[in-house]
Protein backbone atom coordinates (compact mmCIF):
# COMPACT_ATOMS: atom_id res chain seq x y z
CA UNK A 1 0.00 0.00 0.00
CA UNK A 2 1.20 3.44 -0.71
CA UNK A 3 2.49 5.91 2.01
CA UNK A 4 -0.27 8.42 0.90
CA UNK A 5 -3.13 5.99 1.09
CA UNK A 6 -2.18 5.09 4.86
CA UNK A 7 -1.30 8.65 5.65
CA UNK A 8 -4.75 9.67 4.54
CA UNK A 9 -6.65 6.85 6.98
CA UNK A 10 -7.27 4.35 4.21
CA UNK A 11 -6.83 0.99 5.16
CA UNK A 12 -7.21 -2.03 2.92
CA UNK A 13 -10.91 -3.39 2.83
CA UNK A 14 -10.32 -8.05 4.08
CA UNK A 15 -11.19 -9.89 1.26
CA UNK A 16 -13.60 -12.48 1.91
CA UNK A 17 -12.92 -16.41 2.11
CA UNK A 18 -13.40 -18.50 -0.60
CA UNK A 19 -16.10 -20.35 1.31
CA UNK A 20 -17.65 -17.10 2.64
CA UNK A 21 -17.79 -16.22 -1.23
CA UNK A 22 -19.13 -19.27 -2.47
CA UNK A 23 -22.00 -19.16 0.07
CA UNK A 24 -22.45 -15.36 -1.28
CA UNK A 25 -23.06 -16.04 -4.75
CA UNK A 26 -24.91 -19.20 -4.32
CA UNK A 27 -27.17 -16.96 -1.57
CA UNK A 28 -27.92 -14.39 -4.87
CA UNK A 29 -28.36 -16.67 -7.12
CA UNK A 30 -30.79 -18.75 -5.72
CA UNK A 31 -32.37 -15.41 -4.57
CA UNK A 32 -32.50 -14.07 -8.44
CA UNK A 33 -33.79 -17.35 -9.49
CA UNK A 34 -36.24 -17.88 -7.29
CA UNK A 35 -37.80 -14.20 -8.01
CA UNK A 36 -37.38 -14.37 -11.85
CA UNK A 37 -39.15 -17.34 -11.49
CA UNK A 38 -42.09 -16.75 -9.25
CA UNK A 39 -42.27 -12.76 -10.45
CA UNK A 40 -43.01 -14.44 -13.95
CA UNK A 41 -45.81 -17.09 -12.31
CA UNK A 42 -47.02 -13.77 -10.64
CA UNK A 43 -47.52 -11.95 -14.03
CA UNK A 44 -49.64 -15.36 -15.30
CA UNK A 45 -52.06 -14.59 -12.29
CA UNK A 46 -52.68 -11.18 -13.52
CA UNK A 47 -50.50 -9.83 -10.76
CA UNK A 48 -47.33 -7.14 -10.65
CA UNK A 49 -44.26 -9.25 -10.95
CA UNK A 50 -43.25 -7.08 -7.78
CA UNK A 51 -45.44 -9.60 -5.65
CA UNK A 52 -43.54 -12.90 -7.16
CA UNK A 53 -40.64 -10.84 -6.28
CA UNK A 54 -41.06 -9.94 -2.64
CA UNK A 55 -42.99 -13.43 -2.24
CA UNK A 56 -39.45 -14.68 -2.49
CA UNK A 57 -37.82 -13.43 0.82
CA UNK A 58 -41.11 -14.52 2.56
CA UNK A 59 -40.51 -18.49 1.16
CA UNK A 60 -36.39 -18.79 1.82
CA UNK A 61 -36.76 -16.16 4.48
CA UNK A 62 -36.20 -17.48 8.02
CA UNK A 63 -40.23 -17.27 7.98
CA UNK A 64 -40.96 -20.04 6.35
CA UNK A 65 -37.92 -22.18 5.19
CA UNK A 66 -35.75 -21.54 8.19
CA UNK A 67 -39.05 -22.67 10.44
CA UNK A 68 -39.51 -25.80 8.05
CA UNK A 69 -36.33 -26.69 7.56
CA UNK A 70 -33.73 -24.62 9.68
CA UNK A 71 -30.57 -26.74 8.76
CA UNK A 72 -31.14 -25.60 4.64
CA UNK A 73 -31.57 -22.21 6.17
CA UNK A 74 -28.52 -21.87 8.22
CA UNK A 75 -26.64 -23.38 5.37
CA UNK A 76 -27.94 -21.87 2.93
CA UNK A 77 -27.72 -18.19 5.00
CA UNK A 78 -24.86 -18.90 7.77
CA UNK A 79 -24.83 -16.57 10.72
CA UNK A 80 -21.43 -15.60 10.33
CA UNK A 81 -20.44 -11.85 10.29
CA UNK A 82 -18.96 -11.70 6.86
CA UNK A 83 -21.72 -13.94 5.54
CA UNK A 84 -24.34 -11.62 6.84
CA UNK A 85 -23.03 -8.54 5.51
CA UNK A 86 -22.27 -9.34 2.52
CA UNK A 87 -26.23 -10.60 2.11
CA UNK A 88 -27.78 -7.38 3.88
CA UNK A 89 -25.63 -5.06 1.27
CA UNK A 90 -27.17 -6.57 -1.36
CA UNK A 91 -30.40 -6.49 0.12
CA UNK A 92 -30.13 -2.64 0.52
CA UNK A 93 -29.10 -2.24 -3.21
CA UNK A 94 -32.07 -4.19 -3.49
CA UNK A 95 -34.72 -1.87 -1.25
CA UNK A 96 -32.94 0.86 -2.99
CA UNK A 97 -34.08 -0.17 -6.19
CA UNK A 98 -37.21 -1.03 -5.28
CA UNK A 99 -38.12 1.85 -4.06
CA UNK A 100 -36.84 4.00 -7.28
CA UNK A 101 -37.94 2.10 -9.34
CA UNK A 102 -41.70 2.14 -7.67
CA UNK A 103 -41.35 5.62 -7.75
CA UNK A 104 -41.06 6.10 -10.69
CA UNK A 105 -44.13 4.14 -11.83
CA UNK A 106 -46.37 6.30 -9.49
CA UNK A 107 -49.41 7.91 -11.84
CA UNK A 108 -48.74 11.69 -10.74
CA UNK A 109 -52.09 12.46 -12.47
CA UNK A 110 -53.98 10.15 -10.47
CA UNK A 111 -52.65 11.26 -7.09
CA UNK A 112 -53.29 15.09 -8.53
CA UNK A 113 -56.86 13.82 -8.95
CA UNK A 114 -57.72 11.93 -5.72
CA UNK A 115 -54.99 14.51 -3.43
CA UNK A 116 -57.24 14.84 -0.60
CA UNK A 117 -57.60 11.51 -0.42
CA UNK A 118 -53.66 10.63 -0.55
CA UNK A 119 -53.00 12.81 1.90
CA UNK A 120 -55.48 11.68 4.47
CA UNK A 121 -54.13 8.17 3.30
CA UNK A 122 -50.34 8.99 3.59
CA UNK A 123 -50.65 11.18 6.99
CA UNK A 124 -53.27 8.11 8.57
CA UNK A 125 -50.31 5.64 7.44
CA UNK A 126 -47.85 7.52 8.93
CA UNK A 127 -49.54 9.59 11.93
CA UNK A 128 -52.07 6.83 13.50
CA UNK A 129 -48.79 4.17 13.69
CA UNK A 130 -46.46 6.63 14.99
CA UNK A 131 -48.59 7.74 17.55
CA UNK A 132 -49.81 4.54 18.81
CA UNK A 133 -45.88 3.38 19.35
CA UNK A 134 -45.44 7.01 21.08
CA UNK A 135 -48.46 5.85 23.40
CA UNK A 136 -47.24 2.91 24.07
CA UNK A 137 -43.58 3.18 24.93
CA UNK A 138 -44.99 5.86 27.54
CA UNK A 139 -47.54 2.81 28.63
CA UNK A 140 -45.20 0.18 28.35
CA UNK A 141 -42.07 0.02 31.45
Known amino acids: MS ?24 QVGVLLGLAVILGRLAVRFGMPAVVGELLTGVLIGPSLLGHLTPELWDWLFP ?26 HVDLGLIRRRGATAVRVSLGGLLIPLGLGVGLGFLLP
Do not use: E, R, Y
Not at 3 to 23: I, K
Not at 79 to 104: E, F, H, K, T
Open 3 to 26: PTALAAGFSPLPQPAGHDLLVFLI
Open 79 to 104: ASAPQANMINAVAQVGVLLLVGLSGM
